[in-house]
């Protein structure tokens, strides 16, 4: 059975989000340079204002070839 996908909210009219330029950075998980980070912006009729920041890592965060589980036995 196949349910409709919930509609996406909508931003009110004259904002935006608008993510800035992607760099690398160090992911302490993978322990190497796999982790982007982009600066989030709020564009408004009244100008530019920081909204945050999104981080993931190339290696860990990737939905198309996720890890696997990792089990530890611990007998």
Same mark, same amino acid.
């Given at each position: 059975?196949?349910?409709?996908?919930?509609?996406?909210?909508?931003?009110?009219?004259? +904002? #935006? @989000?608008?993510?800035? &330029?992607?760099?690398?950075?160090?992911? /302490?998980?993978?322990?190497? =340079?796999?982790?982007?980070? +982009? #600066? @989030?912006?709020?564009? &408004?009729?009244?100008?530019?204002?920081? /909204?945050?920041?999104?981080? =993931?890592c190339?290696?860990?965060?990737?939905?198309?070839?996720?890890?696997?589980?990792?089990?530890?036995?611990?007998?």
């Amino acid at each position: 059975m196949n349910t409709p996908r919930p509609a996406r909210p909508q931003a009110p009219p004259g +904002v #935006a @989000l608008q993510p800035g &330029t992607a760099v690398t950075d160090w992911c /302490a998980l993978c322990k190497a =340079w796999t982790r982007q980070t +982009v #600066a @989030l912006l709020l564009l &408004t009729v009244d100008g530019v204002a920081p /909204a945050g920041s999104w981080s =993931w890592c190339e290696i860990h965060d990737d939905p198309d070839s996720p890890l696997p589980p990792r089990r530890i036995d611990r007998a």
